[in-house]
């Protein structure tokens, strides 16, 4: 199968690493240091499970070099979705399919605007990893892939992605609910990516805290009261589930405070953007991730500015 990667970070050079060791044939389009370390010396994913070394596969910056793809993995960061899916066009071709491995509940849909929902699909991933070099992704847990349609209509291209993931060793299932997934997972991110990059605390200090887990929980009934607005209820259980798998996940960093510690732009708006956006739109508060919208806003821009004086 023809597979390209639209976005070689942790979460692409992972799984299409993955791939391409199953024998696919990959394209995986980066940018900057990273993709000229790519081709100079191909992806390296270091991890206890095995780690694995791919060079063989064309690394670019030109969707256009690779042609047609039977497959997309999309997984830009969310703030790039829609000039991401404008710069599939030379990958698509009338049997493509697309899968978002994003954060997010939203970029689906966002990407089905410009390709169709008939072929795009929604994923929601389950992994520790992270970019520690140009070329070099440390994989520290997980790995799995839950994806679906609202719709589920296109239950042939579902299990053809399905069944290549599954030949490659990846753990894989499809949902027939796969927005009360995403917003499950949103009960994890939109509190824990705030405050780690906050407080610049790993999980381990965030559930050590009293004060930050109680603000923790608060930012979770925002997201539940968010979710039911759009007819998805998250029952209350949920909440002692999503502390109870962060428990074992030690001294992790969630992803914005990685990306923070990298001086990247950060995904407030795709965490607590959208959920303070939704309960305004019903006509109700948000306090807690306003409040978290508002200062990761600021330390964004901050950010950026300390960057661009470094560069």
């Given amino acids: 199968m023809r597979i390209a990667v639209m976005g070689t970070g942790a979460v692409g ?122 070329g070099l992704i440390f994989h520290s847990t997980g790995g799995k892939i839950i994806f679906g349609q609202s719709d589920g209509e296109n239950r042939a291209g579902a299990a053809l992605i399905d069944g290549t993931f599954a030949a490659a060793g990846v753990d894989c299932a499809i949902s027939e609910n796969i927005d009360t997934v995403q917003w499950t997972k949103l009960l994890w991110n939109a509190p824990f990516c705030a405050i780690s990059s906050l407080s610049r ?11 930050l887990l109680n603000l923790a929980i608060d930012c979770m009934a925002e997201v539940q009261a968010a979710a039911l607005t759009r007819g998805i209820h998250l029952p209350r259980a949920l909440f002692d589930d999503t502390i109870t798998f962060s428990r074992g996940l030690g001294e992790f960093k969630p992803s914005m405070l990685q990306d923070l510690e990298a001086k990247k732009p950060l995904e407030y708006e795709a965490f607590n953007g959208i959920v303070t956006k939704i309960l305004r739109q019903a006509g109700k508060a948000a306090p807690v991730n306003q409040c978290f919208y508002a200062l990761l806003q600021q330390l964004d821009e901050n950010t950026r500015e300390e960057a661009a004086l470094q560069s």
């Fill in 201 to 211: 605390a790993n999980m381990k200090k965030i559930l050590e805290s009293e004060a």
């Fill in 13 to 134: 050079g992972y799984f299409g690493a993955k791939l391409a060791t199953a024998g696919h044939e990959i394209v995986f389009i980066a940018r900057g240091k990273h993709l000229d370390a790519l081709r100079r010396s191909g992806l390296r994913i270091d991890s206890a499970t095995g780690s694995l070394l791919v060079s063989h596969s064309l690394f670019t910056d030109d969707a256009a070099e690779f042609g047609t793809a039977d497959l997309v993995l999309f997984s830009v960061k969310s703030y790039d979705t829609e000039s991401a899916a404008r710069a599939l066009a030379p990958l698509i071709g009338g049997g493509t399919l697309i899968l978002s491995l994003q954060n997010g509940v939203d970029n689906a849909e966002r990407i089905a605007r410009s390709w169709g929902a008939q072929r795009t699909f929604a994923g929601v991933v389950y992994i520790g990893a992270q970019v520690i070099g140009p």
